[in-house]
């Protein structure tokens, strides 16, 4: 059976890849590479020792996307990771998230509208919540006003994915609202390759550590929580991977309870950034150089899921601890910098 990962040269669509062909699924990638590089696909053969097709184009180009579908008219499902996903980014440059994550996601669903089935797969994020009334968080928390431009696309995308299966009764889809992905395959042949300075917490960690950057700033220890500082659900990517999986098999075996579904994928539980310092420092046995600085702009005080209704109607539960998570990261940065 043929699945297209869009995006799936990426962290987390690599990740997936893995997953999927372990499954047995035939995969073919569209990529543009403007966040990746086809070298992945050399790591990802290293895992599964199978092949996939990889097309370099930009779903930008909606002729490309619909040349696509016309050749590759037995695809069964689509898992949609290609996006621009810098929250900073997306406040200094709204059109280019709006037209990327968005446009892109139309002329997907285009191509699939009109199928006799198709299933569907949507990378959302938590996001969404903004800062949440309630701890832990379960897909019923409403959905607030996007911090940012990034955020916004999520919503919108959801809300176009809603709008469409609403008159499309063959098209089935699952938006997976991601927590905080980290680490990397435990075989350190793909990980996360952040271009430039990382704005996330555990590439700069893993970063640092290795004496790419100088020292990590921790923004911000005056927030309500146990030691002041902000906390996360940091989800193991390859749990995520595998929900991926999960919920693409619940679509093809026709088990969704209707067709658009919304999850929640963390782990349940939250970390504070300190606490993911100390469990860094005990599994890598390195003395992280780290200071408090001032908070930073849009940052949430605390998100973590309540991940009840995956366990239950997926059959998923993360299996992966934070510590398992940071030593796959420091695995993975010592092999890229060796
Ligand atoms: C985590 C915590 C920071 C860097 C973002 C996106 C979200 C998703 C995941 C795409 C925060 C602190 C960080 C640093 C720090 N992306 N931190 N020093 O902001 O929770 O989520 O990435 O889907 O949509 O919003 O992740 O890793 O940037 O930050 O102290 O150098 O680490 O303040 O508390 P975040 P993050």
Known sequence: MKILVTGGLGFIGSHTVVELQNKGYEVVIIDNCSNSSPDVIKGICEITGKDLVFEKFDLREKDKVQEFFKRHNDIEGVIHFAASKAVGESVEKPLLYYENNLSTLVYILQQLADKASASFIFSSSCTVYGQADELPITE??????????????????????????????????????????????????????????????????????????????????????????????????????????????????????????????????????????????????????????????????????????????????AKSSLDDSLTSAWKWEQKVRS
Do not use: M
């Not at 390759?193 to 700069?204: A, K, T």
């Not at 599994?283 to 366990?311: F, H, P, W």
């Open 140 to 317: 019923n928390a409403p959905v607030k006003t996007a911090e940012s431009p990034y955020g916004n696309t999520k919503q919108i995308g959801e809300e176009i994915i809603r709008d469409t299966c609403k008159v499309h009764p063959a098209l089935k889809a699952i938006a997976l609202r991601y927590f905080n992905p980290i680490g990397a395959h435990p075989s350190a042949e793909i990980g996360e390759l952040p271009i430039g300075v990382p704005q996330n917490l555990i590439p700069f960690i893993t970063q640092t550590a290795i004496g790419l950057r100088e020292q990590l700033s921790v923004f911000g220890d005056d927030y309500p929580t146990s030691d002041g500082t902000c906390i996360r659900d940091y989800i193991h990517v390859v749990d995520l991977a595998k929900a991926h999986v999960v919920a693409l098999q619940r679509l093809l075996e026709g088990k969704n309870a209707s067709n658009y579904e919304v999850f929640n994928v963390g782990t349940g539980t939250g970390s504070s950034v300190l606490e993911v310092i100390q469990s860094f420092e005990k599994v890598s046995k390195e003395k992280l150089n780290y200071k408090i600085v001032e908070r930073r702009e849009g940052d949430i005080t605390a998100a973590y899921a309540d991940t009840t209704k995956a366990n239950n109607e997926l059959g998923w539960k």
